[in-house]
């Protein structure tokens, strides 16, 4: 399944190869954490909260430790004074951050929170012992509805004085108002959406292993980030780092969720040193929607002036976002960038926003796949309601005020500069491969025999690979052993994205090597340099760059020897299928693993390097294009065809590429028809189970139809992020694709979820 | 609490062993018989992750009880492929169509599509949708799945499932 390029080595980077993962994985050998079981292993469970604003008079843990099997029961008092400190690598020392008492301490804040936790020796039977745990509540008022949070009397948050915990503002509304009121058409609306999750399949979890011999703490981590985990723990207990080792091999889906460390995961990192025996936890589906954290419920006031051309002359989002009571991390900056990139492809010569963020009675807000996708919502949404108040066809709106490429660098009012990106290009390569006339043709049809079919569209530019801080580095390490196998060692925190496979693939090309002479390791702290895994789009490019790096070392090295061996100069060798050769006389030659077993034997040839990013950012665009039919008697939305047109640059493997779209569109499909983490008005959650919280299936999911453009970046290889790209696209194509079918009923969607119920409502309004 | 003692097929061996009246299958097989290949992702019955042939059947092994399962002859996605390791088709398509990322849902997919298209070697495509609809999967979309499904549909087919 491999191309062959035109020099006669093997090139990997761009082929659909197979994925290294799936052999373990498909015949039920992959290792997820709750696979993990150790000698004498211990099983905790969480006493939580009931209610979503309680004080906590009185714990009685007597009748759970009375129960055979049980052999603690922890709570605010026992755990709590072991924290010494508590920040996030990736987030630094200095930024400001919601208290976060590993169990609650004297106030329970949301339904969900964590009491108590009980050690005992089976799962069961500590589920048995978490229900004897009393806890006396008295109930408190809840702030559960974020609109109110600000003027409400109750805080969350004592200790910061109000529930606002921060806002922004670039520049007042106040500052546009002279471009507004002389505006030929101004469109301006608040939008809002509700809150879901990233639901991965398997929830999160850990196994602390620590030994009181050595002083040595292995944590196996369910996570994105081991480094991360790594370096928090050993923080937070004030163990020196070195003593403390992280180990994940597979990790079931993250989605941002499993990024940062959360309240629950430390208890189980200042329980284990104090049990004596290994000690795991791997949360329930119940507890993962209750407590594993909450994403999207946020609106915005935004508006649109153009001229009378349609040109837009202004854009301005007034943004505010629920962070529960807990988000991890400190929402600010993520809120910020929902107000920064509102403007998204398009030329907006003016432009501002203001950000506010909240806390409620209601489980924190935690990353989810494009944590700013808001902005793309807000910003598509509001282009479709403008186009129908002026007349203009959505595609032709858009298509007058897309970024060109000849335009490009383009900073847009909110300071981004955006490069090397195609929105124009994907936007008409995706209207071509729907046919946009002829399907607008269809659609007319439909509706004069009765049927109501819609098309949506969207179109974003999102900043993939941070590149700043210690986002901005990653390593890697190569060796070829004097048998034969090389091993690139990466950070990993794989879960799901097949870096794997692309690592693998990368180093085969970088040296010239047989893709099946590779193997990769990865996720295990002890052996592999410190990277931030998996977050912001940006492990292809990073460990691109890493194995660029490394792989330019060890060549030189290669090269040298061979060159030495076969007495010929450097310049006349030739790397490829694992071997050196005379550029002149290939059945001259040496191979890597003889060459790797005269370099040192035993020791092999080896190397290790660090890539440091190039750019602040690496900016991705992509044209989502969805068509829906809409039963007007049932509500019921049913999706004809998905359109993606990405420009990721050159692609390392086309089916990763593809997978990480058609995974994040359905991530998008379902915050739009399916999911919603409700509350009720007392703050109890009611979805906290596979049959409340709908997730999309196969039956509901059309075909992802994938166009691709190639610009490519300034990163290594020219490649871009595309993880987060799908869920960020998806939910502003499908509501225009819904609120066009219905336009001729003159229905106005201006919020989330569109469930049946709520499609028939705004039909009947 | 009483242990009763089970006794069934596993993946063609014979095991016995004694189980608590309410330990589910799931649980019995991950955890005494170490078959970690079954994953949970609900334990409530919609997500079958732990999807695993009971007599044949497609059964979420988070419903039932280890001892509902005596005498029975249960395979695990462990006992999907052939004896040498090698891949059963289904399995390989899996493989060929990008139908996994993470792999946690990947053994209940496989196990559930081994089940269907030994039933229903001709499936159309919305029959496949119907058929996938009881698994949930959180990372592809879907896309890859349904490929996969079509490609070991061929297979199935030509009786070459296994
Ligand atoms: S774990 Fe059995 S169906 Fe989800
Ligand atoms: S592959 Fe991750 S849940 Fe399906």
């Not at chain 1, 889906?253 to 290994?278: I, N, S, T, W």
């Not at chain 1, 990139?341 to 990353?367: C, D, E, M, Q, W």
Request: glycine residues 10%; negative net charge.
């Amino acid at each position: 399944m491999t191309e062959r390029a035109a020099d006669g080595g093997a090139r990997y980077a761009g082929a659909r190869v197979h994925r290294v993962e799936d052999d373990r994985l498909l015949t039920g050998r992959g290792t997820f954490v709750d696979d993990v079981s150790l000698p004498g292993m211990l099983h905790a469970c969480f006493v939580r909260s009931p209610i979503a604003r309680a004080a906590i008079q009185r714990i009685d843990t007597s009748a759970a430790l009375a129960l055979p099997g049980v052999r603690f029961v922890f709570t605010a008092a026992d755990l709590n004074p072991g924290v010494r400190e508590q920040w996030h690598t990736t987030i630094g020392k200095e930024m400001p951050e919601t208290p976060r008492p590993p169990l609650a301490e004297g106030e329970v804040r949301f339904v969900g929170d964590p009491v108590a936790l009980v050690v005992a020796e089976s799962r069961y039977l500590a589920e048995d012992a978490a229900e004897l745990v009393e806890v006396d509540y008295e109930p408190l008022p809840a702030v559960v509805d974020y609109t109110e949070a600000e003027h409400a009397k109750a805080l969350v948050h004592e200790s910061h004085g109000s529930n606002v915990i921060a806002q922004l503002t670039t520049v007042p509304a106040s500052a546009f108002d002279e471009v507004f009121a002389s505006a030929a058409h101004v469109a301006s609306e608040t939008i809002y959406q509700q809150a879901y999750a990233p639901v991965p399949i398997e929830g999160r979890g850990l196994v602390v292993d620590y030994s009181s011999v050595t002083g040595d703490l292995t944590i196996h981590a369910s996570t994105q980030t081991p480094h991360e985990v790594r370096l928090f723990c050993s923080r937070l207990l004030g163990m020196p780092e070195e003593r403390v080792r992280v180990v994940t091999r597979d990790t079931g889906g993250g989605f941002g969720q499993k990024v940062m460390v959360q309240r629950d995961e430390m208890c189980l990192m200042l329980a284990g040193p104090v049990v004596g025996a290994p000690l795991k936890w791997v949360e329930d589906r119940r507890e993962n929607l209750l407590a594993a954290g909450k994403s999207r419920q946020e609106h915005a006031a935004v508006k649109m002036a153009f001229d009378a051309d349609g040109a837009i002359q202004a854009a301005y989002i007034d943004f505010v976002q629920d962070c529960g009571a807990y988000p991890t991390p400190w929402p600010l900056f993520p809120a910020a960038a929902v107000g920064t990139f509102f403007p998204g492809p398009y030329r907006v010569p003016r432009g501002g926003f203001a950000v506010k963020t909240l806390y409620t009675n209601t489980v924190g807000r935690a990353p989810y796949r494009g944590p700013w996708q808001f902005e793309s919502l807000a910003r598509e949404v509001l282009l479709d309601i403008a186009a129908r108040q002026m007349h203009v066809d959505p595609a032709e709106l858009r298509r007058r005020n897309l970024l060109r490429r000849d335009e490009l660098p383009y900073k847009n009012p909110n300071g981004m500069n955006y490069d090397n990106i195609s929105p124009l290009e994907t936007f008409e390569q995706a209207l071509a491969m729907l046919d946009y006339a002829k399907f607008r043709a269809e659609q007319a049809e439909a509706r004069s025999a009765g049927r109501y079919l819609g098309v949506g569209l969207a179109n974003y530019v999102e900043a993939s690979t941070p590149g700043y801080g210690v986002y901005g580095t990653e390593p890697a390490t190569i060796r070829i052993a004097p048998t034969g196998r090389i091993t690139v060692y990466v950070a990993g925190g794989s879960s799901g994205n097949s870096i794997e496979t692309t690592v693998v693939q990368l180093t085969a090309d970088a040296l010239g090597a047989k893709i099946e002479d590779v193997d990769t390791v990865q996720g295990d702290t002890a052996v592999t340099g410190f990277g931030a895994g998996t977050a912001g789009s940006r492990s292809g490019s990073m460990t691109a760059g890493a194995v660029r790096e490394t792989a330019a070392v060890l060549r030189e090295r290669i090269l040298a020897i061979a060159a030495h061996e076969l007495g010929v100069a450097i310049e006349d060798i030739e790397l490829a299928d694992s071997r050196a050769s005379v550029r002149a006389k290939p059945a001259v030659g040496v191979s890597f693993k003889d060459l790797a077993a005269l370099a040192d034997a035993p020791a092999g040839l080896e190397a290790s390097a660090r890539y440091t990013a190039n750019s602040p950012s690496i900016w991705v665009n992509a044209t989502h294009v969805c068509t829906c039919e809409v039963d007007v008697a049932t509500g019921r939305v049913q999706l004809l065809r998905y359109i993606v047109s990405e420009d990721c640059g050159p692609m390392i493997n086309p089916n990763v590429v593809e997978g990480q779209i058609a995974g994040g569109t359905v991530q998008g499909i379902g915050g739009v028809l399916f999911e919603h983490l409700a509350y009720d008005d007392d703050g109890n959650p009611v979805a906290t189970t596979f049959m409340d919280y709908l997730l999309p299936t196969a039956a509901e999911v059309p075909a992802i139809e994938f166009g691709h453009i190639e610009t490519p970046s300034p990163g290594p290889g020219g490649y871009k992020g595309v993880g987060e790209g799908g869920a960020i696209g998806a939910p502003p194509a499908v509501v225009n694709a819904v609120a066009d079918a219905l336009s001729p009923f003159g229905v106005k969607i201006t919020r989330l979820p569109l469930g049946p119920s709520q499609i028939v409502a705004l039909l009947d309004r | 609490m009483g242990e009763v003692s089970v006794k069934l097929t596993v993946n063609g061996q014979p095991r016995a062993a004694t189980v608590e009246p309410r330990v589910t299958l799931a649980d019995f097989l991950r955890e005494q018989l170490q078959l970690t290949g079954t994953h949970l992702g609900c334990e409530h019955g919609v997500c079958g992750a732990c999807t695993v042939l009971v007599d044949g059947a497609a059964v979420r092994s988070c419903l039932m009880f280890a001892v509902q399962a005596d005498g029975a002859e249960v395979t695990t996605i462990e006992g999907i492929g052939s004896p040498d390791g090698g891949l059963s088709a289904v399995q390989s398509a899996f493989r060929d169509c990008h139908g996994l990322q993470c792999g946690f849902c990947t053994p209940g997919f496989v196990v559930s599509v081994t089940a269907f298209l030994r039933d229903h070697p001709n499936p159309t495509d919305p029959e496949i949708r119907e058929a996938l609809s009881g698994n949930l999967c959180r990372c592809t979309g879907y896309q890859g799945i349904v490929n996969a499904v079509q490609q070991a549909a061929g297979a199935a087919r030509r009786g070459e499932l296994r």
